[in-house]
């Protein structure tokens, strides 16, 4: 029996949800799809989002490349997609491509092209041979603003306005709110459509406040997510990143709640080393009506990274079990 999943975030995080859930075969049949945030601002994506319009190509691309098919071509065009042209020509001189990703170029290419974002992103994955499908949670892209405690060292206790993706990504204050403009964007008709026929929806890991909680900011998306009679896991990262610290396990879990106050889990999946003392964040899980799954699932040279195939192995009793 095939098993649709959707997976939610951005980045390296959904790139190795992705990677992991192909590694669930053949012990499962899994239908995946990932739905993407669209409010990168830096980079090649900031580049050509700013000088050509359009979506930002850079996370869309990275989802794409991890369900690329096993074929020796595609998985040479998946390695095409990734190559980023140097900073600096061989004359040391920089160019337009200066740093931009193949991928991302295309993407843009196609999406001018097609004039959709869908039906490019259809193209790029019938070009990679992918095994799932890459959907943006918005056809139009998004800016990400934040309310930021004590950027500024001088004056723990100030509040301020912190624009831009990459900047929220970075910065080095606590985040205490999040929203995105426009407020209501119109969510991408194919994603909302593939919430409501899933079995299950996948969110983490990835950066929280930048690539996982944006989307149940999305109204029509977090409706759907609410609607869905499909089971929903929430996979939980391996280390706290520069706009989640001073958050707890235990606290990431808590904003998915404080931004979709509804919203229910059935399980949540998590590293033992990496969660430390398991009683906060079972209670945390529980509040959420889930079960908390602890599982190795980190790569064993101690970076906090998740290895594919331990992800995968660890998401296949989970994703396999009964009702």
Not at 103 to 130: F, Y
Not at 161 to 183: D, I, K, Y
Request: with cysteine.
């Amino acid at each position: 029996m095939t098993i649709r999943v959707v997976a939610f975030g951005g980045g390296h995080g959904l790139s190795a949800s992705l990677r992991a859930l192909r590694r669930c075969a053949p012990e499962l049949d899994l239908d995946i799809t990932a739905v993407v945030t669209v409010g990168d601002d830096g980079g090649s994506s900031g580049r050509l989002r700013a000088e050509r319009g359009g979506l930002p190509p850079g996370d869309l691309r990275q989802a794409l490349v991890a369900l690329a098919g096993d074929h020796p071509a595609t998985r040479r065009s998946a390695g095409l997609f990734q190559h980023r042209f140097a900073e600096l020509a061989a004359d040391g001189r920089t160019d337009g491509l200066a740093g931009h990703a193949v991928g991302n170029l295309v993407l843009c290419g196609l999406m001018e092209l097609l004039g959709d974002p869908v039906a490019a992103l259809e193209h790029a994955g019938a070009m990679l041979g992918s095994v799932g499908r890459v959907l943006p949670m918005s056809r139009q892209p998004v800016d990400i603003e934040a309310r930021v405690r004590g950027v500024d060292p001088v004056r723990p206790d100030d509040v301020c306005t912190v624009r831009g993706q990459h900047q929220v990504a970075v910065t080095t204050g606590r985040v205490e709110s999040l929203r995105l403009t426009p407020q209501a964007p119109a969510a991408c008709a194919e994603a909302v459509a593939a919430i409501g026929a899933a079995d299950w929806l996948i969110f983490g890991p990835g950066s929280w406040y930048t690539s996982v909680l944006p989307h149940l900011l999305v109204p029509q998306l977090a409706a759907a997510i609410l609607a869905s009679p499909a089971r929903r896991l929430v996979t939980l990262n391996l280390a706290a990143e520069k706009e989640t610290l001073g958050l707890s396990v235990a606290d990431h879990l808590a904003a998915l709640r404080w931004y979709l106050p509804e919203l229910t889990v059935d399980f949540v999946l998590a590293d033992a080393k990496a969660v430390g003392d398991p009683e906060p964040v079972h209670g945390a899980a529980e509040s959420l009506g889930a079960r908390l799954v602890l599982a190795p699932v980190a790569v064993d040279d101690g970076t906090p990274r998740h290895d594919p195939a331990a992800l995968g192995a660890a998401l296949v009793p989970v994703l396999g079990a009964d009702r």
